[in-house]
């Protein structure tokens, strides 16, 4: 038994503090419009209902953000933030509305269709396709209100070419905190992306070119998944390959991420170290669900945080729900749909339990992948209010605690004067439906409103939800 | 687009005019079934079939015209000035999200058909993949892929070069088979660091084996030609469109030469004479003084375009037949504004009318596409622009665009993903 986690300084904790002891954030990509630079400074002040800081309080009733140029300058009671005496000033006033940081998806394949395609197929595509269909995930994702994403796995180059296109000012995405590609094993998951490494020669090498690169972080699989020459329930890499590359990474003051889909990858994980543990799924060798309370409670004493991306299951659940009423399944996709509803079911209760111990469980939407497309990532934070997270609990998971995972809190993922001006505003109050989040009003994106286009195109991006039954058992456990 | 019952649609307007250069039609309308034009009269005479419903807009005071032809892009520019020979050390990929950004951009504007004369390695090939699969709203494409360059010529770093007549058709065989719908030549030098504008580039030879490997294969030929020497050659290897059309000895001194025009027009040839991109960056210029670069003069510009503008005026008036190609996004001239080309015409000397043919029928001709597309006739593809005002009376009213439908899809102008 351990006791729940001090949020507040666990970003302090571990080799996170020393990481961000060594390396401030890194520069993600600069304004898209430089010539703001230089006019005089553009003030907007904006006011509404309430406003959630996302530091950990209650929502401030009648709040107010005040921001210069890309920048936060002051936040509060509407009754209080003044502009500065003779600064022409845009006033944005929302009734009925709630004011909160521009969400933060620590897990995209900003490659990915989200259209049931597999990894395999998805990478046979050309480089030149794949980037285009990034820089329209990226549109979709910022206008939907996610002003950070931390990419998970494209392709060759693919990422770091659509942060040159937006850098040139071509187009616009929310700040990219990229991997280049996943560093895997020969066969193993992803390894299709371009980055299969052997050995811990080969291991830090692969790191360092990556770093090179441009790499902010760096994504490793530790099992295998859905790339069908790999073995999702084995562990991939050996544990001191697994661990030349963390020891590499932490070097350089990167962080980084293991795709781990059975026990013995989390355990070789936390032994080597890494930052984040994505899916984070207890199984035994033989497929067995064994939830392994010591292994959470080490991510817990690690203070590594976990993403266990449980949406990506519902949505195959929706996608084939939806196909059965249109067209009917096949006998073994009706095998797939019961085997889905299950693990769900399974991995929801596995993460019930890490919340009720306090681990740092965060909202990674795993979007664009499987059924999952982009602009959708409030699916997954909804997920994990129902796995126990009350309402301000889900949206901090997908603001300030994302934002500490991903190492870029001292920037944004709270509304606090001096961080960026990338805020939210939609109708109602997330802190008490977090379905809320839905209903996005206005993006400022480093302080700019931003044209969102045709309420048509964008409530074409939303996926059609399905009722499925699902136990409920809201804890509202876990820590503050 | 549907694969249930077809979908009518019936567009009016106070005005329609079919691309063809007659008379303007009052209080027209037209049906649309699906992609395809089914009928054009007036707004008492156009109506679905018995039994069928359809959409009904009634635009009032607007013209109803042909979606645009752009018979002269170049999808992966940038039009902030930079030249060719920087613009093409940004990877593959990042041209590939400008040529994205800027289809659209043209589409949301009115243009419904572009003929690409030039891109990097495969881009525009990989762009066209990318809007089958859906991922990218776009005009329909006609594209070169890569432009045939001498070494050092014009566009030779788009990544094809070629030397002697079997390299030659080796160059147009190898653009066929990855897609390319026509063949771009370079005939002369351009604003290529190591290239000669007033030079020719390819041997007779070589041009010839170029326009006849492209023609055995019913592709057409587009020759680019900033001085004499290379209309000549690019008339002589029998060339299908010239581009720029610039009549300038090898000296690089204007001079216009009436031979060349009538043969020109003998061939049956169509010109391109791009005069939008001089008047783009004039206007920037009177716009924003402060943008003038040293190596840029506003007075010799505007007595360059006049030049240019008579040289068009005289090759008119020799039989030649002008098609509108805007060359954007090429230097200062960003896509979305094939208007300013179309201007130019007018400017040149073509009433209104004229000029809108110059970028509707006549430049589909040039494209070969006007089986399907160019003009607004029972039978062709759904492209149709709609624009407030009345084009034939105030050019400028082109600007207007309040609908844009392509193969009968009403575009969403204002979608940004
Ligand atoms: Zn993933
Ligand atoms: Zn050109």
């Known amino acids: 038994m351990i006791l729940p986690l001090q949020r507040q300084n666990s970003g302090k904790s571990g080799n996170l503090a020393a990481i961000q002891r060594l390396n401030k954030t890194p520069e993600l990509n600069p304004p898209y419009n430089p010539s703001m630079a230089h006019k005089s400074p553009t003030y907007n002040l904006l006011t509404a209902d309430r406003l959630i800081d996302a530091k950990g309080g209650p929502p401030i009733q009648n709040g107010a953000v005040l921001t210069r140029d890309s920048e936060i300058l002051a936040v509060g009671s509407a009754y209080e933030i003044r502009a500065p005496e003779g600064a022409s000033v845009t006033n944005h006033h929302y009734p009925g509305a709630t004011i909160l940081p521009g969400m933060v998806d620590c897990h995209t394949h900003n490659n990915g269709f989200g259209d049931g395609r597999n990894g395999q197929d998805l990478a046979a595509l050309p480089d030149e396709i794949l980037t285009l269909q990034s820089a329209s995930n990226a549109r979709r994702s910022l206008f939907s209100g996610v002003t950070t994403i931390r990419e998970n796995g494209p392709k060759n180059m693919t990422m770091f070419r659509l942060r040159d296109a937006i850098n040139e000012g071509l187009t616009i995405g929310p700040r990219m905190i990229l991997c280049g590609r996943p560093v895997s094993i020969i066969g193993g998951h992803m390894g299709y992306f371009g980055g299969e490494v052997t050995g811990i020669d080969e291991c830090r090498a692969f790191t360092r070119q990556l770093i090179k690169e441009g790499a902010d972080y760096i994504k490793i699989t530790a099992t295998g998944g859905s790339t069908p020459s790999s073995f999702p329930l084995r562990p991939a890499f050996n544990l001191d390959e697994l661990k030349a590359v963390t020891d590499e990474a932490h070097k350089f003051g990167k962080l980084t991420a293991t795709h781990s889909t059975s026990t013995k990858g989390v355990i070789n994980s936390l032994d080597a170290n890494v930052d984040m543990i994505i899916h984070c799924v207890y199984k035994e060798p033989d497929d067995t669900d064994n939830f392994r309370v010591d292994v959470a409670e080490r991510i817990g004493e690690q203070g590594a945080y976990v993403n266990p991306t449980l949406h990506v299951g519902r949505s195959k659940i929706w996608s084939l729900t939806q196909k059965n009423r249109a067209f009917g399944i096949t006998e073994q996709e009706s095998i797939e749909l019961d085997t889905a509803k299950r693990e769900l079911e399974t991995r929801l209760d596995q993460n019930r339990r890490m919340i009720e111990m306090g681990v740092k469980v965060i909202t990674g939407s795993d979007s664009s992948w499987g059924d999952y497309q982009l602009g959708n990532t409030v699916y997954e934070t909804e997920l994990l209010v129902h796995a126990g997270y009350s309402h301000m609990q889900g949206v901090l998971s997908v603001t300030k605690w994302a934002s500490e995972a991903l190492g870029v809190n001292d920037i944004v993922g709270t509304l606090e004067p001096g961080k960026q001006a990338d805020i939210l505003v939609v109708d109602g109050d997330p802190s008490k439906n977090v379905n809320d989040l839905w209903n996005v009003t206005d993006v400022f994106f480093k302080g700019e409103n931003l044209d969102r286009g045709s309420e048509e195109s964008l409530s074409a991006v939303r996926q059609t939800p399905e009722e499925i039954n699902l136990g409920s058992h809201h804890s509202h456990g876990g820590h503050k | ?417």
Not at chain 2, 69 to 88: E, K, P, Q, S, T
Not at chain 2, 146 to 172: D, K, M, N, Q, W
Request: charged letters at 25%; aromatic letters at 4%; hydrophobic letters at 40%.
């Open chain 2, 1 to 417: 687009m549907s694969d249930g019952n077809p979908q009518f649609t019936i567009l009016k307007a106070a005005r329609l005019v079919d691309g063809n250069g007659g008379p303007v039609a009052e209080q027209a309308a037209i049906l649309l079934e699906g992609d395809t034009i089914r009928q054009i009269g007036t707004k008492e005479t156009v109506q679905a079939p018995e039994g069928a419903s359809a959409t009904e807009i009634d635009y009032g005071d607007a013209t109803i015209l042909p979606g645009l032809v752009d018979c002269h892009v170049h999808l992966i520019g940038i039009g902030d000035g930079r030249a060719g020979d920087d613009l093409v050390t940004l990877p593959d990929e990042v041209l590939t999200v400008q040529a994205a950004q800027n289809v659209r951009k043209h589409l949301y504007s009115g243009v419904t058909t572009v003929r690409d004369c030039g891109a990097k390695n495969r881009t525009t090939f990989l762009l066209r993949e990318a809007v089958e699969m859906d991922i990218v709203a776009s005009p329909r494409l006609i594209l070169a892929g890569r432009p045939i360059a001498i070494i050092g010529g014009h566009l030779s770093y788009f990544g094809t070069t070629a030397t002697g007549p079997t390299e030659c058709r080796a160059a147009v065989r190898q653009l066929i088979k990855e897609g390319a719908d026509f063949i771009k030549v370079t005939a002369t030098g351009g604003s290529t660091r190591t290239s000669h504008p007033s030079r020719p580039s390819f041997n007779i030879d070589e041009f010839s084996a170029i326009t006849d490997e492209a023609h055995k294969f019913g592709k057409h030929v587009c020759a680019h030609c900033t001085s004499s020497g290379g209309m000549e050659n690019a008339l002589e290897a029998g060339i299908d469109t010239m581009i720029h059309g610039v009549h300038r000895d090898f000296n690089g001194n204007d001079s216009y030469r009436p031979d060349i025009s009538e043969r020109i027009a003998e061939q049956g040839v169509f010109v391109n004479p791009t005069l939008g991109q001089g008047l783009a960056r004039i206007r920037q210029l009177e716009d924003n003084p402060d943008l003038v670069l040293e190596t840029e003069d506003i007075d010799v510009m505007r007595s360059g375009s006049e030049v240019r503008m008579d040289h068009v005026a005289r090759m008119r008036d020799a039989g030649v037949v002008m098609v509108a190609g805007s060359d954007s996004a090429w230097a200062n001239y960003p896509m979305g504004d094939f208007q300013t080309e179309i201007e130019a015409h007018v400017m040149a000397g073509m009433s209104n009318m004229e000029a809108i043919v110059s970028a509707t029928r006549d430049s589909a001709v040039s494209c070969r596409v006007d089986d399907i597309v160019g003009t607004l006739e029972v039978g062709k593809q759904a492209d149709v622009l709609v624009v407030d005002g009345d084009p034939t009376r105030d050019i400028a009213d082109l600007r207007n665009v309040h609908d844009v439908f392509l193969a009968g899809s009403k575009i969403d102008r204002h979608n940004l993903v």
